[in-house]
């Protein structure tokens, strides 16, 4: 036995109500609440389009248009009670709009499906995103600029292989991340620029008979045109597939520097310390401050970017037009940006808030023979040597200092000349690294 009723706003054609577990599979309200407020949006931008075009009454659209406000204040106070058995945001805010106002609330349905409702709600949240997102991003930028500014001359190991490399500087290693960053905000005023349509007016899937006008409601919401295809209106869902990926991307970027961060306070490296504020302690261990945060952005790409994959699975081979498949489009949407949005900020507390230990970079970057390719540039700009045996030259050099247990710059001028006669004491300037003044 079910206790559930035939559903309001399609019972005529159905003899018994749908079972628990139906209810349960079907409803989505618990995630799309969040779109309560877009809903309302269209809705509005809806009754006074049909109104314009003498479909509604201007009192009926008054009316409607009261009742959606009221809605609003009602969801935003906390006060609107939320039915699972009425499955969505959409039949949510209908069914209230028919308590508050009575049968005219039925009218707002005419000329419009739940599949372009849904399509437009969900654009007009992603266009807020997006805007957040880049915001979001812009802010950790110039927190990455500072730090990078600041340090302009903190010389630093720079790595290959996780081997040292070659020296360079924490602010040129800052500013790569500062770099992605910037390409990452144009991937998502790329994806805002292409999905800037309404897909609202498509109505299922094939328009409708009644002479709406599409420009008029696309205006209203800020889009810059109607879909043109009501089919792909209905059913496209890439604009979420590209979110998700410049998501995606920038996660990894984020995932990237908080390794970097996990590495370098290290008590082996010794780079930096982070700051109180995003470390924790450990409940056994008194000595310890572990880089949560970062471990956690770390993580946390994991699950944008299987989010990611999760809707490409979704969609693929989707036949037209709408399937109820696309009802999970929005889980994975919304949990990606509320997990890139907090990325965004850790990363960009735990930058602000480092506290560098150059002395260590310094000496670190002087180890491990890093200026090896100095010293082969050197007899390349001096001896006119071909690189090729500059760098044989050089290596020879290095085994030669590693035999010793000495940095190349405390070899002395006779062991270098042991293997180029041609090396003048001036090689020292040049491959001796120092902090820069
Ligand atoms: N809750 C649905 C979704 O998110 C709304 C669209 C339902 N359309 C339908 N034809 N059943 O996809």
């Known amino acids: 036995m079910t206790a559930n009723k035939p559903n309001q706003m399609w019972g005529g054609r ?39 075009q003498k479909i509604l009454k201007p009192d009926e659209g008054r009316k409607i248009q009261d009742g959606l406000r009221n809605i609003l204040a009602e969801i935003e106070s906390g006060q609107f ?72 001359k ?76 009501t089919m792909d209106a209905v059913s496209a869902r890439d604009f979420l597939l590209e979110f998700l990926s410049a998501a995606s991307i920038c996660s990894i970027h984020l995932s990237r520097l908080a390794e970097e961060l996990i590495i370098w306070s290290t008590t082996q490296f010794n780079f930096i310390r982070l700051g109180d504020k995003f470390t924790t302690g450990s409940s056994i261990m008194p000595q310890k401050k572990n880089p949560d945060a970062a471990e956690l952005v770390r993580a946390k790409s994991g699950r944008i970017a299987g989010n990611l994959m999760q809707l490409l699975m979704v969609m693929k081979a989707l036949p037209l037009t709408y399937n109820k498949d696309m009802q999970e489009d929005k889980a994975g949407v919304f949990e990606a940006y509320d997990a890139v949005i907090l990325c965004l900020r850790a990363s960009a507390g735990m930058i602000g808030d480092m506290n560098v230990n150059k002395e260590k970079m310094l000496a670190d970057a002087g180890s491990g023979y890093s200026t090896a390719t100095y010293l082969a540039d050197w007899l390349v700009k001096n001896l006119d040597v071909p690189f090729r045996q500059a760098h044989h030259i050089t290596g020879q050099i290095v085994a030669m200092a590693e035999k010793k247990g000495q940095r190349l710059d405390e070899m002395s001028l006779a062991d270098m000349q042991a293997a180029e006669p041609r090396i003048t004491q001036d090689v020292f300037n040049f491959i001796r690294i120092s902090e820069q003044k």
Not at 197 to 220: F, Q, S, V, Y
């Open 154 to 229: 903190t010389v630093m190991p720079g790595f290959t292989h996780l081997q040292i490399a070659q020296p360079v500087t924490l602010g040129l290693h800052l500013q790569a991340y500062s770099d992605m960053m910037a390409r990452d905000k144009s991937r998502f005023a790329d994806c805002l620029e292409r999905m800037d349509e309404n897909p609202l007016g498509a109505c299922a899937l094939a328009g409708t008979r009644h002479d709406i006008d599409r420009k008029m409601t696309a205006k209203a919401l800020g889009f810059r045109q109607p879909v043109r295809n």
């Open 14 to 52: 159905f003899g018994e109500a749908p079972s628990d577990v139906m209810v349960q599979i079907n409803a989505s309200i618990d995630v799309d609440k969040r779109l309560y407020k877009q809903d309302i949006q269209g809705s509005i931008a809806h009754s006074e389009m049909l109104v314009a």
């Open 81 to 152: 009670v939320f039915s699972t058995a009425l499955e969505d945001i959409h039949m949510n805010i209908e069914s209230r709009l028919k308590d508050l106002i009575g049968d005219v609330a039925g009218k707002l349905h005419t000329a419009r499906s739940r599949n372009d409702q849904v399509a437009t709600d969900m654009r007009l949240w992603v266009k807020e995103a997006i805007a957040s997102v880049i915001a979001e991003i812009g802010a950790f930028q110039t927190v990455l600029d500072a730090q990078s500014k600041a340090h302009e």
